[in-house]
T-cell receptor, first 115, second 115 residues
Framework: NAGVMQNPRHLVRRRGQEARLRCSPM?????VYWYRQLPEEGLKFMVY????????ESGMPKERFSAEFPKEGPSILRIQQVVRGDSAAYFC?????????????FGNGTRLTVT | AQSVSQHNHHVILSEAASLELGCNYS??????LFWYVQYPGQHLQLLLK??????LVKGIKGFEAEFIKSKFSFNLRKPSVQWSDTAEYFC?????????????FGTGTRLLVSP
C-alpha cells in the first residue's frame, strides 16, 4: 500500500518561472492537504482539498499560488512567477473520507529552491 | 491565533539516556494534540495523538506524552533512547471541534542520539 507520493523531491526554479508540485494521496484517501515549511519554521497549513473542491484555502498566499485536486490524477500545487521567498519544503498529506478525525498521512515533501 | 512552542531546537543525547521534549500550546478551548517524527530522508510519521480520555498517551516505539491541561503542555518522553531515534520531532495541535486536519505545528526539535 503505497503512501502519499510527492514529486519531484527537489525542484529548482529561477525567479519568474512556474513551479508545479504533484501529490498522489494514499489509496482510498480523497482528502488532500498542503503544508509549507519555511527555513527554521514549523509546517504551516496552506490548503485543504477534496476531489474537485477546495474546502479551506485560508493558508494560501493571495497571489501566485493555486491548488487543484481533479477528479482524475494527482493534486497539483502551482506557484506562478516564483520568488526567492517561495524556497521551502512543501508537504502534502492525505486522509480518508471517514469524518474529520482521521490523522493525516504525509508525503516526503518537495524541496523548492528558487535561484 | 493558536501557536505551538517547542523549547529545544536541538537536543543531543547518548544512547540509553532519557528523553523529554517540551511542547506548549496557546489555545483556550479543547484541543487535539499530536507528535510527529521525521527520520532523515523520510516523511512525517505520527508518533502519538491525544484527543480525549487518559492524558497519558502511549505511542509507537516506546514513546509517550502527557497532556497537562493546566500547563497547556504535551511533553514527549522516552525512558531510554536509541541511536535510531535520531530524527526531527514536531508537536502539533488542532482545536477540538475542527478535527485533525488543520494542524498548527511547532518549529521542531532535532534529536541526535550518539551511539
Amino acid at each position: 500500500n503505497a503512501g502519499v507520493m510527492q514529486n519531484p523531491r527537489h525542484l529548482v526554479r529561477r525567479r519568474g518561472q512556474e513551479a508545479r508540485l504533484r501529490c498522489s494521496p494514499m489509496k482510498g484517501h480523497s482528502h488532500v492537504y498542503w503544508y509549507r515549511q519555511l527555513p527554521e519554521e514549523g509546517l504551516k497549513f496552506m490548503v485543504y482539498l477534496q476531489k474537485e473542491n477546495i474546502i479551506d484555502e485560508s493558508g494560501m498566499p493571495k497571489e501566485r499560488f493555486s491548488a487543484e485536486f481533479p477528479k482524475e490524477g494527482p493534486s497539483i500545487l502551482r506557484i506562478q512567477q516564483v520568488v526567492r521567498g517561495d524556497s521551502a519544503a512543501y508537504f502534502c498529506a492525505s486522509s480518508p473520507p471517514t469524518g474529520n478525525h482521521s490523522p493525516l498521512h504525509f508525503g516526503n515533501g518537495t524541496r523548492l529552491t528558487v535561484t | 491565533a493558536q501557536s505551538v512552542s517547542q523549547h529545544n531546537h536541538h537536543v543531543i543525547l547518548s544512547e540509553a539516556a532519557s528523553l523529554e521534549l517540551g511542547c506548549n500550546y496557546s489555545y483556550g478551548g479543547t484541543v487535539n494534540l499530536f507528535w510527529y517524527v521525521q527520520y532523515p530522508g523520510q516523511h512525517l510519521q505520527l508518533l502519538l495523538k491525544y484527543f480525549s480520555g487518559d492524558p497519558l498517551v502511549k505511542g509507537i516505539k516506546g514513546f509517550e506524552a502527557e497532556f497537562i491541561k493546566s500547563k497547556f503542555s504535551f511533553n514527549l518522553r522516552k525512558p531510554s533512547v536509541q541511536w535510531s531515534d535520531t530524527a526531527e520531532y514536531f508537536c502539533a495541535v488542532t482545536p477540538g471541534d475542527t478535527g485533525f486536519q488543520k494542524l498548527v505545528f511547532g518549529t521542531g526539535t532535532r534529536l541526535l542520539v550518539s551511539p
